[in-house]
């Protein structure tokens, strides 16, 4: 915490100026918010607030650093519709010139109470996160930072809020607030800090299951499940024992819990945005309708609730101390650590989804194959140092997706897991297989069972940490691999664990389920393009692999693929797999015929290694550590 307030640098002195005047403001009352979702269809959501105050100066703010997408992404722009009321009266209000997200008002002599009225416009398409889809007729998940405004000057901490919700008739809901009462179609909910408000939010809707999962009653946890139909809640007794599973997988790998119960608050529809986001005693997940019902969109799907919730210990419980900030607003988020926050919760997250059951020790080997490759085929390594991608994510979360592999985007996750296999690896090799990760584990996240306080940490207490588990000189191990622009993904991990990356000419299952699911043709390993097979932009180039063989005929993403080698192919995408297999007996170049806006253009791609889709083999006489890592305990 403390680190988090030493910033000043940062912040307009102005604006602390505003800060210091307002903390006078603040009374130790509950500031009440009521939420009416009865008019979510058509994506609105009404907000009421009633805030004690004092006379004289106020500054609000509008949360604008929103924990877990560790970005300035509070959706001001969805705010509309703001009266602030005393005594019957509008007062006028005037928005701070350097930060949008705070306006500055003054309370008369005589007003101890300020009412205010507005409504969230909620997305209705595109967005990220919390700025993406959150409604439809059947749906709505709410979170409490879209439709509150909170007094400056106070830790998020120390502010006590009052919260209700009324829903749509007949509706259900879940949320890790605990309900005092519901009467008139209203829910009350018991008072809670703010910084716990925006920790939990509400899924509701029409079609609602809940079950429980939990290893036993004092500790209960639970799965929500919130669809647009009935069908989609259709999930199976083998789902249900993963689940149950991943929460006795993830006490014995971490020695404790911190929640008082707990809450996947998951939404199952095509019509929302698709997303994870964590918090210490919920996660709001939102993915495919059909992820209990399809096996290629279970298996795709597979690993999301499991990141959430290692999410609960390594995020909210442990937390990067440029990420504990003391509110939403007056300072930023660092994100500089997020190589740990979401690379170690993308490890932890696909190993207890294997040791959980719910995908196969073959399973996890092809997603780690995917992982691998991935990141092995990030050209833009060469420039830029996976330490920028965190230190630069609260851009790159929403920067194009065309030529990610030269960006280089939120890589701290999936090359994050690569290099925390390698720590597993090499712990168990130093210590001759008696110590691991899950010591690791225990020692980071065990402490204080129970409690949902933030340990904030710093990268030498990590180091430090990894020295008591096992000494090694673990600050240069991690350092070399954040901070090199050396070519190639830090592979060790895998051959230290027993396995090759190598590429195969027929798709693993995970792979075949990917392209599925994504909707789209990956041949970034072999020609280096990936085309989208979606209804709508069928054949557009998603992205082209940086001084691959597409690249260098002059392919780039954006471009439609119209023909290759003659073939139409939009009728069937099977040409160009063909094309690149032909290719391999002859000198031809595989010939593309595309259109960029109102051009047609042909490019010659020379190309003659054959498909490549990515596995893992097996290493002969060498240790299998992987299959150690993902055994059940
Ligand atoms: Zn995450």
New binding site residues.
């Given amino acids: 915490m403390a680190h988090a307030y030493v910033q000043p640098r940062l912040i307009a002195p102005l604006l602390l100026a505003f800060i210091a005047l307002s903390a006078a403001a603040q009374a130790g009352e509950a500031i009440s918010v009521d939420v009416d979702l009865r008019d979510s269809a058509r994506q609105l959501f009404h907000g009421h607030e009633v805030i004690p105050v004092k006379p004289g100066a106020l500054t609000l703010y509008y949360p604008k650093w929103v924990p877990?997408e560790h970005s300035p992404s509070g959706p001001l722009e969805n705010l509309a519709g703001l009266k602030i009321m005393a005594s019957g009266k509008q007062l006028p209000w005037r928005r701070d010139l350097r930060e949008m997200w705070a306006i500055h008002l003054d309370v008369p002599q005589g007003v101890s109470n300020l009412d205010l009225s507005f409504d969230f416009l909620s997305p209705d398409s595109g967005g990220e996160f919390g700025q993406s889809v959150s409604a439809t007729p059947d749906i709505a998940d709410l979170e409490w930072n879209q439709v509150l405004l909170y007094p400056a000057g106070a830790a998020s901490k120390d502010l006590s809020f009052q919260p209700s919700v009324r829903l749509p008739a007949d509706w259900h809901f879940a949320t890790a607030l605990e309900t005092v009462s519901t009467s008139g179609g209203v829910t009350h909910f018991k008072p809670v800090t703010l910084e716990n408000l925006v920790d939990s939010p509400l899924i509701a809707g029409a079609h609602f299951r809940r079950l429980d999962i939990g290893p036993d009653d004092k500790v209960p946890v639970h799965l929500n499940l919130v669809a647009d139909t009935d069908e989609d809640l259709d999930i199976s007794p083998a789902q249900v024992q993963g689940m149950k599973n991943l929460v006795k997988q993830a006490y014995a790998l971490f020695g404790s819990h911190h929640y008082g119960h707990y809450d996947f608050l998951l939404t199952l529809s095509d019509n929302t945005g698709h997303f994870?986001l964590?918090h210490h005693q919920s996660s709001d997940d939102r993915s495919f309708a059909d992820l209990y019902i399809m096996p290629e969109t279970s298996l795709v799907g597979s690993h999301l609730l499991p990141?959430?919730y290692v999410?609960s210990w390594n995020?909210k419980f442990r937390r990067p101390a440029g990420l504990a900030t003391p509110d939403f607003n007056s300072v930023p988020m660092e994100g500089d650590l997020l190589w740990v926050?979401?690379g170690l919760?993308?490890y932890f997250?696909n190993v207890l989804t294997a040791r959980s059951g719910s995908i196969s020790a073959d399973q996890y080997r092809q997603l780690l194959a995917i992982d691998a490759a991935t990141m092995d085929h990030r050209p833009g390594r060469s420039w830029r140092p996976l330490q920028d991608t965190n230190d630069e994510a609260q851009i790159l979360y929403y920067a194009p997706r065309q030529w990610a592999n030269w960006r280089r985007v939120q890589d701290f996750?999936t090359e994050g897991e690569l290099i925390w296999l390698d720590v597993d690896t090499k712990l168990r090799e130093l210590s001759g297989g008696k110590k691991s990760m899950d010591d690791f584990a225990h020692a980071f996240y065990g402490m204080d069972d129970g409690s949902y306080v933030v340990h904030p940490y710093t990268f030498e207490e990590l180091v430090a940490t990894l020295n008591r588990v096992q000494p090694f000189d673990w600050a240069a191990f991690l350092r070399e691999r954040l901070d090199s622009t050396r070519e190639g993904a830090p592979l060790d991990g895998i051959t230290r664990g027993g396995y090759q990356l190598s590429y195969s000419e027929t798709p693993s299952e995970y792979f075949k389920a990917t392209e599925k699911v994504r909707k789209n043709q990956n041949c970034m390993f072999s020609v280096g393009l990936q085309v989208d097979m979606s209804e709508h932009r069928r054949g557009e180039i998603q992205d082209v692999l940086w001084e691959s063989p597409a690249f260098k005929a002059g392919v780039g993403p954006g471009m439609k693929l119209v023909a290759v080698n003659g073939r139409a192919y939009d009728a069937d995408k099977q040409v160009l797999t063909d094309a690149i297999t032909e290719a391999k007996t002859t000198k031809s170049p595989i010939k593309l015929l595309v259109r960029e806006q109102d051009t047609f253009m042909t490019f010659d791609v020379d190309y003659h290694g054959g498909l490549k889709y990515p596995v893992l083999t097996r290493s002969a006489g060498k240790t299998d550590y992987l299959d150690a890592i993902i055994a059940a305990h």
């Fill in positions: 877990g994870g964590e990141h959430e999410h995020g926050y979401e919760t993308e997250g996750y």
